[in-house]
C-alpha cells in the first residue's frame, strides 16, 4: 500500500538558518512526490514536485527538494530562512501505475515549521 | 489567488441540518477534488470528479455526497450534520485528470456546526 509519513510535527529554526522538512514515502512503482504549503486562514499552495529527470527539484519562494530513491525520501529544504516561511508544509505521494481509486493523492500529515526572528 | 473559488467562506448551523458548499475551478481545469481539514484528522481527501465524473473516492462519509456539474463547477453536500464536521472544507481543481499536475486550493469554507 501506498504511503507517506512526515516524521515531524513541527520544526524550529532559527532565520537565517537553513531547513529541513523531511517527507518518507512508501510506493511500489516510481512515485510522484509534491510539496505544498499553508499559511494561516489559507488554503494549499503547490511548492514544487517530483515527476521523473533531475533529482534536485527547485520551486517556489526559494525552496527545493530532493527526490531520493534508495532512502525513499523527497526532504523539502531552504538555505536560509525567513520569518515568512513559518506555515504548515504538507509532501504528498502518488504511484501513477495505480489504477482507479489507488490513484488518488495521498497526503502526509503535515509539518508545522517555525521560523524564529 | 489560485483562481479557484469557494462558497460561502463561513456556515455556521446545527446538528441535524443539511448543507451545501460550491466550489468553481480555476478555468479550464477539468478535474475538481474535494478536501476535509480538521485539528484533530488533519487533511483528509474526500473526493475528485473528473469532466463530471466520479473519479476517486477518499474517507468520504455516506452522510455526505457530492457532484460536478456540466459547467464544471461541484457541490459538496452534508447532511444529518454532526458536532464532528466541524472543519475547514477545501475544493482544488487540475488540468485533466492530474496524474502529475498540481493541485490549485481553493480558500475554503469553514464549517461550525452547533
Known amino acids: 500500500a501506498q504511503s507517506v509519513a512526515q516524521p515531524e510535527d513541527q520544526v524550529n529554526v532559527a532565520e537565517g538558518n537553513p531547513l529541513t522538512v523531511k517527507c518518507t514515502y512508501s510506493?511500489?512503482?516510481?512515485?510522484?512526490l509534491f510539496w505544498y504549503v499553508q499559511y494561516p486562514n489559507r488554503g494549499l499552495q503547490f511548492l514544487l514536485k517530483?515527476?521523473?529527470?533531475d533529482n534536485l527539484v527547485k520551486g517556489s519562494y526559494g525552496f527545493e527538494a530532493e527526490f531520493n530513491k534508495s532512502q525513499t525520501s523527497f526532504h523539502l529544504k531552504k538555505p536560509s530562512a525567513l520569518v515568512s516561511d513559518s506555515a504548515l508544509y504538507f509532501c504528498?505521494?502518488?504511484?501513477?501505475?495505480?489504477?482507479?481509486?489507488?490513484?488518488?493523492?495521498?497526503w502526509g500529515l503535515g509539518t508545522s515549521l517555525a521560523v524564529n526572528p | 489567488d489560485s483562481g479557484v473559488t469557494q462558497t460561502p467562506k463561513h456556515l455556521i448551523t446545527a446538528t441535524g441540518q443539511r448543507v451545501t458548499l460550491r466550489c468553481s475551478p480555476r478555468?479550464?481545469?477539468?478535474?475538481v477534488y474535494w478536501y476535509q481539514q480538521s485539528l484533530d484528522q488533519g487533511l483528509q481527501f474526500l473526493i475528485h470528479?473528473?469532466?463530471?465524473?466520479?473519479?476517486a473516492k477518499g474517507n468520504i462519509l455516506e452522510r455526505f455526497s457530492a457532484q460536478q456539474f456540466p459547467d464544471l463547477h461541484s457541490e459538496l453536500n452534508l447532511s444529518s450534520l454532526e458536532l464532528g464536521d466541524s472543519a475547514l472544507y477545501f475544493c482544488?481543481?487540475?488540468?485533466?485528470?492530474?496524474?502529475?499536475?498540481?493541485?490549485?486550493f481553493g480558500p475554503g469554507t469553514r464549517l461550525t456546526v452547533l
Open positions: 482544488a481543481s487540475s488540468p485533466g485528470q492530474g496524474l502529475n499536475n498540481e493541485q490549485f
Open positions: 478555468s479550464g481545469d477539468l478535474s
Open positions: 470528479y473528473y469532466n463530471g465524473e466520479e473519479r
Open positions: 510506493v511500489s512503482g516510481n512515485p510522484y
Open positions: 517530483y515527476i521523473t529527470g
Open positions: 504528498a505521494v502518488r504511484d501513477p501505475l495505480n489504477a482507479g481509486n489507488n490513484r488518488k493523492l495521498i
